[in-house]
């Protein structure tokens, strides 16, 4: 799943929302791809409309 194409944003934003904690560590490939799920899509999802409601931390 490209949860970075779905949600309109650049691959690197979601690794690091990864890195964050913000989604959940995800599994990889044998190649070393993320496998990125549904659950992984719905959590970003959230997210990115807490964001869009209350704004990013500044702390």
Same mark, same amino acid.
Request: proline letters at 5%; aromatic letters at 10%; zero cysteines.
């Given at each position: 799943?490209?949860?970075?194409?779905?949600?309109?944003? !650049? &691959?690197? =934003? $979601?690794?690091?929302?990864?890195? %964050?904690?913000? $989604? !959940? !560590? &995800? /599994?990889r490939?044998? &190649?070393? #791809?993320?496998? #990125?799920? =549904?659950? /992984?899509a719905?959590?970003? %999802? =959230? #997210?990115?409309?807490? $964001?869009? =409601?209350?704004? #990013?931390? &500044?702390?």
């Amino acid at each position: 799943m490209d949860l970075a194409r779905r949600h309109g944003l !650049p &691959t690197q =934003a $979601v690794r690091n929302y990864e890195d %964050a904690g913000i $989604v !959940p !560590p &995800t /599994h990889r490939s044998r &190649t070393g #791809y993320r496998d #990125y799920t =549904a659950a /992984h899509a719905a959590g970003l %999802a =959230a #997210y990115l409309e807490l $964001v869009s =409601a209350f704004g #990013y931390s &500044t702390s």
